[in-house]
């Protein structure tokens, strides 16, 4: 069964880093394009950065821009979000999902195309 895990969340103070992990299970992640997403309460779902199945094509939405970094481990079936300066606006739950469709990290990412397979969250709270 195709299973995406993310671990990693909790809360941090402003300026703090966190890195999130996404576990894939039941699947070759190295086939799959992956993104994180965001749901703030009250907001819509937003693509936070999404990576091609090589890792050589990454999408950032400006809003993390220099802040987080979007790596993957094929090896490992892993992804990771490395989250610095983090800011009272990113406290949201963290959403990892893959797609094999390779349509592309931006057209994901902008929500062009939805992603196929979702995990279940990660909560991200950035308060003092």
């Known amino acids: 069964q195709l299973q995406l895990v993310e671990s990693g969340g909790g809360l941090v103070q402003p300026g703090g880093s966190l890195r999130l992990s996404c576990a894939a299970s039941?699947?070759?992640?190295?086939?799959?394009?992956i993104g994180w997403f965001r749901q703030a309460p009250g907001k819509e779902r937003e693509g936070v950065s999404c990576?091609?199945?090589?890792?050589?094509?990454?999408y950032y939405a400006d809003s993390v821009k220099g802040r987080f970094t979007l790596s993957r481990d094929n090896a490992k079936n892993t992804v990771y979000l490395q989250m610095n300066s983090l800011k009272p606006e990113d406290t949201a739950v963290y959403y990892c999902?893959?797609?094999?469709?390779?349509?592309?990290?931006?057209?994901?990412?902008?929500?062009?195309?939805?992603?196929?397979?979702w995990g279940k969250g990660t909560l991200v709270t950035v308060s003092s």
């Open positions: 039941g699947f070759a992640l190295n086939y799959y394009d």
């Open positions: 999902a893959a797609d094999s469709r390779l349509y592309g990290t931006s057209r994901y990412c902008t929500g062009d195309y939805g992603m196929a397979h």
């Open positions: 990576i091609s199945t090589s890792g050589g094509t990454t």
